[in-house]
Nanobody, 118 residues
């Protein structure tokens, strides 16, 4: 059974960067698309980015385009989300899951908190 654990969140000033990690255990990520999602206080959970299992095709929400980069290290069974030029509106709990859409995810992990403020 695939288990994913998020880490790498924290506090950063506007304009700063963070790299989130999604470490998989239980089986290889070779066969799963992995998505990053976030939920801000008082808002619904939303898709941020996704990377396919086959050819590593990537998807980004408009809010993430040009600032965030998703990547996968098969040797480490880990998916990363590099976040640059962070804005206060990026503040949220970030989650990863083996799906690319919120409605397809059956269960969520604990996530990792990202806070962007001065």
């Amino acid at each position: 059974q695939l288990r994913l654990v998020e880490s790498g969140g924290g506090w950063v000033q506007p304009g700063g960067s963070l790299r989130l990690s999604c470490v998989a255990s239980g089986r290889s990520l070779d066969y799963d698309a992995i998505g990053w999602f976030r939920q801000a206080p008082g808002k619904e959970r939303e898709e941020v980015s996704c990377i396919s299992s086959s050819d590593s095709t990537t998807y980004y929400a408009d809010s993430a385009k040009g600032r965030f980069t998703i990547s996968k290290d098969n040797a480490k069974n880990t998916v990363y989300l590099q976040m640059n030029s962070l804005k206060p509106e990026d503040t949220a709990v970030y989650y990863c899951a083996p799906r690319c859409t919120v409605k397809a995810v059956r269960s969520w992990g604990q996530g990792t908190q990202v806070t962007v403020s001065s």
